[in-house]
């Protein structure tokens, strides 16, 4: 059991890592562009799919069996962790910029991919 929070915890801050650099050259490329509010929302729900597909790619390399659905969890954990600091910085999840259920689902898919991959 130890393995398993102890591999997702370094899988989690790997996420959070490419979540954070892809963010800065997506501030760079909307402060430099300006882009619609349609391609930049898209912008970052590929971020969330690139940073969840590598982390699912990782715990699939850890995990044996069942891989698809520990990068499922991955998704869902980071998701959470996301939604969790948006809760806290604007005290609300704002449904309008990216929207949950899209978040969500690029989320688990991509971290689900990246564990049938891996």
Known sequence: ?????VTFLKETLIEMIVSAVLLAAVSFIVLRMTPSFAITKVM??????????????????????????????????YFAIIALIALVVKG???????????????????????GMIS
């Open 1 to 5: 059991m130890n393995k398993i929070i």
């Open 44 to 77: 970052i729900l590929a971020i969330y799919g690139i940073s969840t597909f590598i982390g699912g790619y990782i715990i699939g390399k850890v995990m044996t069996k069942q891989k698809f659905i520990w990068g499922a969890v991955s998704g869902v954990i």
């Open 92 to 114: 609300g999840i704002d449904t309008g910029t990216v929207g949950i259920i899209s978040g969500f689902v690029v989320s688990v898919v991509a971290g689900t991919i990246g």
